[in-house]
């Protein structure tokens, strides 16, 4: 896969580095694929949910020429930073603090430095507040 726009369910990792204290306040408080509408619904509207403060999310694997931004489609309440980074916890591409408050769907671009190449990419998230993540585009 290279450049175009990607639904946040192909999700290959879904990491929340949260502790929680019950195993009830995990179930409740962790990030989670869902959807508008009922199970088995064909129609589109599949999204991440509850992206909060320690998680991160990684999509495998794209090939990347000559892209100066990837652009995330998101919705929730966040005060904190956005971070992109190429490997799990290590090569940061690109990072933007960020302050949202949108019931809507938004295009937020987040500038990165990528070299060229196949490249995991993982979508990390330090702050107060949470956020849904729809699609994202390189």
């Known amino acids: 896969a290279g450049t175009g726009t990607y639904p946040a369910y ?3 990792n879904l990491i929340d580095q949260t502790q929680y204290s019950t195993k009830e306040e995990a179930v409740a408080k962790r990030p989670r ?12 509207g599949q999204y991440l949910s509850g992206m909060h403060d320690k998680c991160i ?10 892209i100066d931004h990837i652009t995330l489609t998101l919705r929730g309440q966040l005060n904190g930073r956005l971070t992109i980074l190429l490997q799990e916890n290590t ?4 990072s933007i603090p960020v302050l949202m408050e949108e019931t809507s769907w938004n295009d937020l ?3 990165v430095k990528i070299p060229s ?22």
């Open 10 to 12: 192909i999700a290959c």
């Open 91 to 94: 090569y940061v591409a690109g």
């Open 33 to 44: 694929l869902t959807q508008d509408g009922e199970d088995r619904n064909t129609m589109p």
């Open 117 to 138: 190449g196949k490249h995991a990419i993982f979508i990390q998230y330090e702050g107060s507040g949470s956020f849904d993540l729809l699609k994202f585009t390189l």
């Open 57 to 66: 999310v990684g999509y495998k694997y794209f090939q990347i020429d000559d």
């Open 109 to 111: 671009p987040i500038p």
